[in-house]
Structures are given as C-alpha cells and as structure tokens.
C-alpha cells in the first residue's frame, strides 16, 4: 500500500480531470445536437441542390442525422463514464472519439481533394436538368430542384435566361415561369420570346449563383469539420489520462 500523502495528491488531479472531461462531454453532447440540426437543415434546405447531383435521393442528410443522434449518445455515456470512474468506460470513450476524429479527418480532406469535381459533376448535372426541364411532370425531381433554385437565387438557365432556347420545354411552352420576376407580368407570349422576357424574368445564370453558394457552404462545412475533428484529440487526452490516474489509484489503495 502506497503512503496516504501520495493518493491524498493524487484524488485532487482525479477530481480536476473528472470536471474537465464532463464539460469536454457536454460540449461532445452539443455538437451532437448541432450535426443533428445541420442534418435536418441540409434536407429541407439543400434538398434541390443535392438532388441535382443524384438522379436519386442521397443519403447525406441522414449520415449527419445518425452521426448526430450516435454523439449525443455517447457524450452523454461520456459523462456517466466519468461520473461513475470507471477505467474500461473511459477506454471505450476514448476509442470511439478516435473514431470520430478519423471520420472526421477523412470527410474534411475527400471535401476539400474533391472540392472541383463536385463543381463539374454539379455543372453536368445542372446542364442536363435544364435540358430535360418539364415542368407538368410533378415526379421530376430534377425540375423541381431547377425551379427552387431559380426561385431562390433569382436567376434562369445555366449561364443565362437565354440558354432556355436550347431546349425542347422552350419551344412549347417558353422560358419557364420560375424565372419570372413578377409571375403577374409574364404571360405566355412574353416567355416565348427573348427579347420581351429579357425585361420580366431574372438574366444571370443559375450556375454561376448554385456554384458559390455550395462553395461558400463547404468552406464552412470544412473548416467545422476539421475544427471538431481536433477538438476530439482534447477528449482522448483527458479519458486516457483519467483512465490511467484512476487504475493507478486502485492499485496504490491494495
């Protein structure tokens, strides 16, 4: 048995540890609850941007949901861990925030590699919706996701209104109504041609707009990313370093 002076010194360092690492896990829990708004968010919000990309329904934002729901989890199997000082427990914490700090790392690094050929990809994508466009199908998830997108970035076509021309919904029906500025002065005659739609529908292109805006989002979407990711290497710290007190203490009290 090791002299009472020395556990005495080493249950402060204990207690020291334990109150660090539950509010590291509360933190963990709250980022948790973020990635699950994020996830929930990036469904209703970016539905038509993502869905340009796949002809079908991507996953992404249930990946986030399910990443959320399994941190907040373990953040809060985080805080019993520590709580209760078990060893094994703050191990097993230990492991998973090492798994996520690998997931994390490698989602962040494939974004900002791939960063370009997503814009292509989303640039193909946006082409060939523009140019199958039809508006009466209601199954179309392609030209819902157009008519969203020029409605909410205030544009039309790819590069501009006038790409419209190209396409077989144009000759039949004209520039689409979702690129009207004021649907009450865009009567039929007025989108079948350029010239007088060129005063009542949005110019700028959509693609130009879609590009910067999912740029702008990735490059917050990274650096959270990677912020979160190195924020977990402070939560191993602290498990194995409690883990590690605590096992060493059992062994001077036998």
Known sequence: ??????????????????????????????????????????????????????EESTNAPYVLIGTGAIIVIF????????????????????????????????AGVSGFIFRHEIKANLGVAYKKAVSNYNSSDASSRSSSAVDSIQRTLLCCGVNNFTDW???????????????????????????????????????????ARVTLVMESNLGIVAGITFGLAFFQLIGIFLSCCLSRYITNNQYEMV
């Open 1 to 54: 048995m090791s002299p009472p002076s020395r556990r005495l010194q080493t249950k402060p360092v204990i207690t020291c540890l334990k109150t660090f690492l539950v509010s590291y896990s509360l933190i963990f829990w709250f980022t948790g609850v973020i990635l699950l708004a994020v996830g929930v968010w990036g469904k209703v919000s970016l539905e038509a941007y993502i869905s340009l990309a796949s």
């Open 75 to 106: 953040g809060l199997f985080g805080c019993f861990a520590t709580c209760r000082g078990s060893p094994w427990m703050l191990k097993l914490y230990a492991m998973f925030l090492t798994l996520v700090f690998l997931a994390e790392l490698v």
């Open 165 to 207: 021309s190209d396409t077989k919904y144009f000759k039949e029906n004209g520039i689409p109504v979702s690129c009207c500025k004021s649907t009450s002065n865009c009567s039929p005659e007025i989108l079948k041609d350029l010239g007088k739609a060129e005063t009542e529908v949005y110019t700028v292109g959509c693609f």
